[in-house]
């Protein structure tokens, strides 16, 4: 039986690891603002900061800085690198803040520099027990912040505040019990004055949910479950009590929306990932969107992309929220670019379902009904024997963040056409142990299939552009109203394309795979644009004589 708790208790203080700070005497504090929750709701207005993961609630993950444009692009330089110390690649994408930028490490540790040189102020290193069960790396995305705190998940399901100006520890949640295969990697999302987090772990066979947490003192405020339990209609779709063990984990950060006070959260895939026969039905809510009542932590609605998914396509894509012209009125939406091949258009204030299209190769569904339901093309359910479909179970894309520029109108993603052999077996449930119930395997070498960047015109769901990048790439994206789209590639490039036509106008090899997204930000006038790869974070930008204004 799975031993969550249930009664969350604050757990002593730890110490953490001192710092070296960037200047001469130990332990000087970084100095910014502190960050209101009215900052954060205005954070396009603070195009210099990049004060959350995607940048903004809305996760556009689009800057107004153009220092850096089309025109200037070519002159970038290297400023700093700052060297992690952890032999894992990075997925961080780090924070700054009035100069001071925030940077995650793996397996869960914080440090912070100064924006403008990569100096270190301080780290905080988090204690790991040696249990530890996780699927795929050690891995940490991102913090959050409010006020003078940063708030911080680890691989051992816990949330923990820390003083953003010395980096010491304020308080620790454990908020589910590693050894039953829970984790936590995801960068959490501020919202007024809670804490809102997802949980990882779902090749472990949990229960999903969402959290909501105290800023101040990390007590629960409420938790949404991805999957219904018994006194819920829903709970129907799941056969038995396969719920108990149904995944459907939220290990990606979502988004929100103020003016309708809801969250917006993705959810995975349902466990046993590849065998569907011992839970059978839809399996609510896993690969959904999930549209949770801020105030209360009740579902408003949800959206699920893959009913009862047997190819392990999470729905954990960040979800960007727009307002646009849709069919001749304003429109609240919602666009997504799903692991499972298709490109949806939602509005997220009904969740009612408005476009779906295919953005990269798929043979698995005819296409999608009125509802945005798929019509399934037969036999291709893992078997046995194995059975050959697109897109792989590394999707069409993956966690890696979109991107979307309200100058251009276009959504940007990375999409990869390939395909993989699908097996299913037996398998009972162990607790603690990956319950998958089948495996995959590639039939054809990696560069026999196709990876780009892809433009999608949001109203049609057309691919405008695409820049081809092989082999198959994980590098999440930056627009800008510079004109530029910024990704990387798994071979070690980072690279800057033009926003309107796709083409290539500056290029940089960083040496190892870029598996996170970039991020811009200014320091007393000049704009940097930093990205990690391998295990370090780079920074650059423009000559001297280049970065006159913003």
Not at 163 to 191: F, I
Not at 279 to 288: E, K, V
Not at 317 to 326: G, N, R, S, T, Y
């Amino acid at each position: 039986m799975t031993r969550l708790l249930s009664v969350l208790t604050v757990l002593a203080l730890a110490v953490p690891t001192a710092a070296q700070p960037a200047g001469s005497s130990p332990g000087a504090a970084a100095a910014f603002t502190p960050v209101t929750w009215e900052r954060l709701l205005n954070a396009a207005n603070e195009p210099h900061n990049w004060l959350m993961y995607s940048g903004t609630l809305d996760s556009q993950r689009f800057s107004g800085l153009n220092q850096v444009n089309r025109d200037t692009v070519d002159e970038l330089e290297l400023k700093w690198a700052y060297q992690i110390p952890q032999l894992d690649r990075s997925e961080a994408v780090p924070l700054v803040v009035d100069g001071v930028m925030f940077i995650t490490e793996a397996p869960s540790n914080v440090v912070a520099v100064d924006a403008a040189t990569g100096r270190q102020y301080w780290r905080y290193d988090h204690p790991l027990p040696d249990d530890l069960r996780i699927c795929c790396g050690r891995n940490n995305r991102g913090v959050a912040i409010l006020g003078e705190h940063l708030y911080m998940s680890t691989l051992d399901a816990h949330l923990v505040a820390i003083d953003a100006r010395s980096g010491n520890l304020v308080w620790n949640r454990e908020v589910a019990d590693h050894r039953s295969g829970y984790s936590k990697t995801a960068a959490p999302l501020v919202v007024k004055d809670k804490v809102v987090t997802g949980i990882a772990g779902g090749e472990y066979g949990i229960r999903g949910f969402i959290d909501s947490y105290e800023a101040t003192t990390g007590e629960l405020d409420w938790r949404a479950n991805t999957i219904p339990g018994p006194d819920h209609p829903d709970n129907q779709t799941w056969a038995g009590d396969s719920w108990r063990t149904g995944g459907s984990a939220t290990w990606i950060t979502g988004s929100y929306d103020p003016d309708l006070d809801l969250v917006y959260w993705g959810t995975g895939n349902p466990g046993p990932d590849w065998n569907g026969d011992v839970r059978m039905g839809d399996n609510l809510y896993s690969d959904a969107a999930m549209a949770i009542n801020h105030g209360t932590g009740g579902l408003e609605w949800y959206f699920q992309f893959t009913p009862h998914d047997v190819h392990d396509w999470d729905a954990i894509q960040v979800p960007i929220l727009a307002d646009m012209d849709w069919e001749g009125k304003s429109r609240k939406v919602m666009m997504w670019a799903n692991r499972n091949a298709f490109f949806y258009v939602i509005d997220r204030e009904t969740g009612e379902f408005l476009l779906g299209n295919p953005f990269a190769r798929q043979t698995w569904a005819e296409g999608l009904d009125s509802n945005g339901r798929p019509i399934r093309v037969p036999n291709t359910a893992p078997n046995a024997e194995g059975v050959i479909v697109s897109p792989p179970v590394a999707g069409a894309t993956n966690w890696f963040s979109p991107a979307y520029s309200p100058d251009t109108g276009l959504f940007y993603v990375q999409a990869y056409d390939g395909e993989d052999r699908y097996f299913q077996r037996d398998e009972e449930y162990s607790e603690g142990d990956q319950f998958t119930g089948g495996g995959f395997e590639r039939p054809l070498p990696l560069d026999e299939y196709h990876s780009a960047v892809r433009a999608i015109e949001p109203t049609t769901g057309e691919i405008r552009w695409e820049y081809p990048l092989q082999p198959r790439s994980t590098g999440g994206m930056l627009a800008t109203a510079g004109g530029l789209v910024f990704t990387g590639s798994i071979d070690g490039y980072f690279l800057a394309l033009d926003a309107e036509t796709g083409k290539e106008l500056w290029h940089m090899n960083v040496g190892r795979l870029v598996h996170s997204a970039a991020i811009t930000y200014a320091v007393d006038g000049e704009q940097y644009v930093a990205i990690a790869a391998g295990n370090v974070l780079f920074a650059f930008g423009l000559p001297e004589q280049e970065t006159t204004g913003l």
